[in-house]
C-alpha cells in the first residue's frame, strides 16, 4: 500500500532563511504525482508546488522549489528567503493517477522574525 | 470569481441527527471531492464525482451520502450522525481529473456530541 510520511510534525525558520521540509513515500507504481499543499491559519489549502514524477526536472515555483529523489522516494520542499506569510501546515500528498490520494500527517513550519 | 465555497462553515450535531454540507465551485469544472480532516492525520477522501449526476465512493465513504445534481454544487450527507464524525470537512474541486491542482473552500468544522 501507498504511504506517505513526513517525519518533522513542527519546523522553525528565521525570516528570510531557507528551510526544507521533508517527505518521503512509498510505492510500486513507476507514475505518479507528488504535491505540496500550503494550509495557513485560514484553513484553506493552497497549492504549493506539483511534480510529476516521470519528470527528471525539479519543480520550482518562485521561492519553492523540490528536491525530487525517485530512487530514494523523497520528495522535499525547500522555501528560500522565508516570509511571515509562509507559516502555515504544509502537507505532503500523492496520487498515481486513481481517485486515491494519500497525504502526509503535515509538518507546521514557524517563521520567526 | 469565489472559487470553492462551503456551507455552513461551523454546526455542532447530537448524534442521530441529519445535515447536509454544501460546495460551491465557479470554475466549471468537472471534478468534485469531499475530504476529512482529524487531528494528526493528513486529508482522507471521503466521496467524489466526475462529472454531473456521478458519484463514487472514496477512501472512507461509511456514513456519508452525496449528490451532484448540478454541475457546480456537491452535496455531503450525513444521515445519523455519530461522534465519530467530528471533524472538519473540506471540498475541493479540479478541472482535469485526480492528477490536476485541487481548489479546496475554506472548511466546514462539524462537531458531533
Known amino acids: 500500500a501507498q504511504t506517505v510520511t513526513q517525519s518533522q510534525p513542527e519546523m522553525s525558520v528565521q525570516e528570510a532563511e531557507t528551510v526544507t521540509l521533508s517527505c518521503t513515500y512509498d510505492?510500486?507504481?513507476?507514475?505518479?504525482?507528488l504535491f505540496w499543499y500550503k494550509q495557513p491559519p485560514s484553513r484553506q489549502m493552497i497549492l504549493v508546488i506539483r511534480?510529476?514524477?516521470?519528470?527528471?526536472q525539479n519543480a520550482t515555483e518562485n521561492r519553492f522549489s523540490v528536491n525530487f529523489q525517485k530512487a530514494a522516494k523523497s520528495f522535499s520542499l525547500k522555501i528560500s528567503d522565508s516570509q511571515l506569510g509562509d507559516a502555515a501546515m504544509y502537507f505532503c500528498?500523492?496520487?498515481?493517477?486513481?481517485?486515491?490520494?494519500?497525504f502526509g500527517t503535515g509538518t507546521r513550519l514557524k517563521v520567526l522574525a | 470569481n469565489a472559487g470553492v465555497t462551503q456551507t455552513p462553515k461551523f454546526r455542532v450535531l447530537k448524534t442521530g441527527q441529519s445535515m447536509t454540507l454544501l460546495c460551491a465551485q465557479d470554475?466549471?469544472?468537472?471534478?468534485m471531492y469531499w475530504y476529512r480532516q482529524d487531528p494528526g492525520m493528513g486529508l482522507r477522501l471521503i466521496h467524489y464525482?466526475?462529472?454531473?449526476?456521478?458519484?463514487a465512493k472514496g477512501e472512507v465513504p461509511d456514513g456519508y451520502n452525496v449528490s451532484r445534481l448540478k454541475k457546480q454544487n456537491f452535496l455531503l450527507g450525513l444521515e445519523s450522525a455519530a461522534p465519530s464524525q467530528t471533524s472538519v470537512y473540506f471540498c475541493?474541486?479540479?478541472?482535469?481529473?485526480?492528477?490536476?491542482?485541487?481548489?479546496f473552500g475554506p472548511g466546514t468544522r462539524l462537531t458531533v456530541l
Open positions: 475541493a474541486s479540479s478541472a482535469l481529473g485526480p492528477t490536476d491542482t485541487q481548489y
Open positions: 510505492t510500486s507504481e513507476s507514475d505518479y504525482y
Open positions: 511534480q510529476e514524477a516521470y519528470k527528471q
Open positions: 500528498a500523492y496520487t498515481s493517477g486513481t481517485y486515491k490520494y494519500i
Open positions: 470554475m466549471n469544472h468537472e471534478y
Open positions: 464525482s466526475v462529472g454531473e449526476g456521478t458519484t
